[in-house]
């Protein structure tokens, strides 16, 4: 009962400060500049900054080579939610604008804010090793491929010009850079960050990613109304792929892994499939917003995703411990 309070307490932080902007908004101490500066700075700076303090303080070269093979089962789920997340876009017809979001509330995870607290709670600080290579795999995930979905939806292209010309802003975005910048260091061992201000002022600025896109989640919220939360039909498959079928298809495929001979320590399948199973990216509307997509849609499968959690907790505890 304790672990389930501490699993709840996790997500009810992150309600609570979508809330504080919501109603910061409402009172008006932001005004309308103040969304679109924030998902700036946050996808440009602060993203960058706390994907390159994550992997070095978190991972070693020795982690790298040791869970390489858990890599594999954690890849090969995204891979398989991909493929079925764009059949589902042709079959429902997404439209332009939140085709790239669908996707990736379907496939990728908030890890970090919602996962990690929930790791720790649930299996202590020994799930951390495989904590990291879901991590992992959702960064790679996330950045290399799934911004790329949300950028090439931008219902706006067509009425851009010079679209012939590489954009390499958006090749290589920022995040992304962050996260290949951290692996050479970690490869080549420089300790960057035992030089304490270095360490210091990029944690300062990492951390302010989640704090501030949950803020803008609330602005947002305030901007469209309340009323704007609801169960549309795109929602409601985006909520059924992020919840049933992601953590299904890691299921499957350490079933699967099994049949065929390979072993893997209960507490890491535990792991993976709990990672698999938790709510939605929360820069998802600022990644919309950078793209001109649908934030709307964007903004209302983050805030009902994290509010859906506390009841999916429960239920995948209980169903955990029979894999």
Do not use: C
């Not at 009962?1 to 996790?10: E, F, N, P």
């Not at 991590?135 to 491929?145: D, P």
């Not at 549309?232 to 049949?259: E, K, S």
């Amino acid at each position: 009962m304790a672990v389930l309070w501490k699993s709840i307490q996790s997500v009810l932080v992150v309600v609570l400060i979508m809330i504080l902007g919501y109603v910061l908004r409402r009172k008006g101490w932001f005004d309308d500049k103040f969304g679109g500066t924030i998902s700036k700075f946050i996808k440009n700076i602060a993203l960058p900054a706390s994907i390159f303090v994550s992997v070095l303080s978190r991972l070693s070269r020795d982690q790298l080579v040791s869970f390489s093979g858990y890599l594999v089962y954690g890849f090969l789920s995204v891979i398989i939610g991909y493929l079925i997340a764009f059949l589902l876009v042709r079959i429902l017809k997404v439209r332009p604008g939140r085709k790239g979001i669908f996707v990736n509330a379907m496939v990728n995870a908030n890890t970090i804010f919602i996962g990690l607290p929930l790791n720790i709670a649930l299996f202590g600080d020994q799930s951390m090793t495989y904590f990291l290579v879901y991590y992992i795999v959702n960064t790679v995930s996330t950045w290399a491929f799934g911004v790329f979905l949300i950028s090439n939806d931008d219902p706006t292209k067509p009425k851009q010009t010079g679209h012939n010309k590489i954009d390499w802003k958006k090749v290589l975005p920022m995040p992304l850079v962050g996260f290949l910048v951290a692996l050479v260091f970690l490869l080549l061992n420089i300790p960057i960050l035992k030089i304490s201000f270095v360490d210091s002022t990029l944690t300062y600025v990492g951390n302010l990613v989640t704090p501030l896109s949950l803020i803008y989640i609330g602005i947002v919220l305030a901007d469209a109304g309340l009323k704007s939360i609801h169960f549309d039909r795109d929602t409601i498959v985006a909520l059924l792929g992020r919840f049933i079928l992601a953590p299904a298809i890691m299921v499957g495929i350490i079933v699967a892994a099994g049949h065929f001979g390979a072993s893997m320590p209960t507490l890491a399948s535990q792991t993976l499939i709990v990672q698999s199973a938790t709510p939605m990216l929360a820069v998802l509307p600022i990644l919309a917003n950078e793209a001109h997509g649908d934030v709307a849609y964007a903004t209302n499968v983050v805030t009902t995703s994290t509010v859906l959690f506390i009841v999916v907790v429960p239920i995948l505890m209980t169903l955990i411990q029979f894999v």
